[in-house]
Nanobody, 124 residues
Framework: QVQLVESGGGLVQAGDSLRLSCVVSGRTFSSAAMGWFRQAPGKEREFVAAISASGGSTTYVDSVKGRFTISRDNAKSTAFLQINTLKPEDTAVYYC?????????????????WGQGTQVTVSS
């Protein structure tokens, strides 16, 4: 059984930074593309970033480019999302997801496994 467990969320002030982590167990992490999504209150879940299985390629939604960095440590079966210069509009539940593809899926329906989410709340 594949499990994804996120951590690192919290209540922060605008301008702060956070690093979210996602530990994956139960399958070969190094063969899975990883992604991060977020869902703000009253809004649909949106794609944030993805990283290829090797870690050599990444893609981001335009609204977070320059502030968010996705990375992974295949030896530790962990994916990360570094968020800098947090803004109130970044407030959301952040989910990590794993895809059986090795490349860069950007749609939620391309992911096979999901974590339970971690709340990020940014105060102004």
């Amino acid at each position: 059984q594949v499990q994804l467990v996120e951590s690192g969320g919290g209540l922060v002030q605008a301008g702060d930074s956070l690093r979210l982590s996602c530990v994956v167990s139960g399958r070969t992490f190094s063969s899975a593309a990883m992604g991060w999504f977020r869902q703000a209150p009253g809004k649909e879940r949106e794609f944030v970033a993805a990283i290829s299985a090797s870690g050599g390629s990444t893609t981001y939604v335009d609204s977070v480019k320059g502030r968010f960095t996705i990375s992974r440590d295949n030896a530790k079966s962990t994916a990360f999302l570094q968020i800098n210069t947090l803004k109130p509009e970044d407030t959301a539940v952040y989910y990590c997801a794993a895809s059986k593809t090795r490349w860069l899926p950007r749609s939620a329906n391309q992911y096979d496994y999901w974590g339970q989410g971690t709340q990020v709340t940014v105060s102004s």
